[in-house]
């Protein structure tokens, strides 16, 4: 199938093609006719599979540029995300000649600059929850026309701080609104909980909580004090072009960092640093490849969309399976393949590795380093 085929206006579809995007995956199939349809829906499908397109085209393809006010508005709990979400909506509108302009909200920078874009009149606007309800509460942010609302990640979103103001979100915007809801997973709460906003939402579902298959998952047993410096040497084993270290603290974050950068090993810390421009410039560098790890904490790296990632490394493991979903749902995308490593202490491995295994069917496989390399460690036979 094409997205011509699907219903794609061509200009649409010939920006697409220029990103070399020519067909719709699985989730962006599902979802076209029921959100062009402007039913709410609530989108479940494995990283990396084309979430953020399978709404924007729809909802792109709703707006009327005649109208010059917010018509979409989309919510998503990282400044790195909204970001990434606004400069795809722009570049897509930009290379379709459609007359649709967007603009981005997010908190940690100034409200007056913020308050111009508004004043340019956005058909679409992309924001982080907190500065959303806040220039909704200035009525700032006119809500009046918004037709399509869109919570990113939502089973974080939707359990977290960041509810409150989702929820006045939209409850200022009009009550038939199109409500859509986007998730790499699915857990019963999440669900109870959109189902209380939208009772009539439809689940728009293609393989959610499934772990690619093109990954491969390794595990490492060390001590805990002795993980940066095994990161430093698994880095140099693997040959990583570009990975991801996910860690639990800054501390953490800063301590492997600062080792890393001792030995020569350029790194971008999105964890540790506060500074949105900080921020903001650790990530270009990950994504120019002039870096090629990035340290980032589960809550930095959701929903990111970085090309070419070769590698993820657990510096600290999830201690929920779909914490490893998330994280490793990093590598392998767009038909690559990759691997997962994570460094366990032993205590770890015994209470995870087999809960991983069971709950999302697949099979970690036990290394060590050996003189510079990667080897594969047998595992201890079962008791008879």
Not at 9 to 35: F, Y
Not at 205 to 219: C, D, G, K, M, P
Not at 340 to 357: D, G, M, P, Q, S
Request: hydrophobic share 45%; with cysteine.
């Amino acid at each position: 199938m094409t997205f011509a085929d699907l219903g794609v206006a061509p200009d649409l579809a010939a920006a697409l093609a220029a990103q070399q995007i020519t067909e719709p995956t699985a989730i962006q199939q599902a979802a076209w006719p029921v959100l062009i349809a402007g039913r709410s829906a609530y989108l479940t499908a494995e990283t990396g599979t084309g979430k953020t397109l399978a709404y924007l085209l729809p909802l792109l393809s709703r707006i009327d540029p005649a109208l010059t006010v917010p018509q979409v508005v989309i919510a998503a709990p990282t400044h790195e995300l909204a970001v990434q979400i606004q400069r795809l909506c722009a570049e897509l509108t930009r290379t379709a000649g459609l007359p649709v302009r967007s603009a981005l909200l997010i908190g940690g920078t100034s409200v007056p600059r913020q308050l111009e874009k508004l004043k340019a009149k956005p058909h679409l606007v992309v924001g982080s929850p907190g500065r959303l309800r806040e220039l909704i509460a200035l009525r700032k942010l006119k809500m009046h026309a918004v037709a399509s609302i869109v919570v990113e990640e939502a089973d974080h979103v939707l359990a977290q701080q960041s509810l409150a103001d989702v929820q006045s979100t939209l409850q200022a915007a009009p009550r038939d609104r199109q409500l859509v809801f986007v998730s790499a997973t699915v857990t019963p709460e999440c669900t109870a909980a959109i189902e209380s906003f939208a009772p009539d939402v439809a689940m728009v579902a293609t393989r959610a909580n499934q772990v690619n298959a093109a990954i491969e998952h390794l595990y490492l047993v060390c001590e805990q004090r002795d993980k940066p410096d095994i990161l430093r040497r698994l880095l140099h084993a693997l040959g990583a072009a570009r990975a991801m270290v996910f860690v639990h603290r800054s501390e953490t974050a800063e301590v492997v960092a600062a080792k890393l950068g001792h030995h020569h090993v350029a790194v971008a810390d999105l964890h540790s640093v506060r500074l949105k421009e900080d921020r903001r410039q650790a990530m270009a560098n990950f994504r120019s490849g002039a870096v090629p790890v990035l340290i980032a904490s589960d809550v930095a790296a959701r929903g990111l969309d970085i090309a070419d990632i070769t590698h993820i490394i657990n510096l600290d493991a999830p201690s929920a399976s779909l914490g490893y979903l998330h994280r490793v749902g990093r590598t392998a995308r767009a038909g690559a393949s990759g691997q997962a490593i994570t460094l366990f202490t032993a205590e770890e491995e015994a209470r995870l590795v087999k809960r991983f295994e069971h709950e999302l069917g697949i099979s970690l496989q036990p290394v060590h380093l050996r003189e510079g390399q990667v080897r594969p460690t047998r595992r201890p036979t079962p008791d008879p």
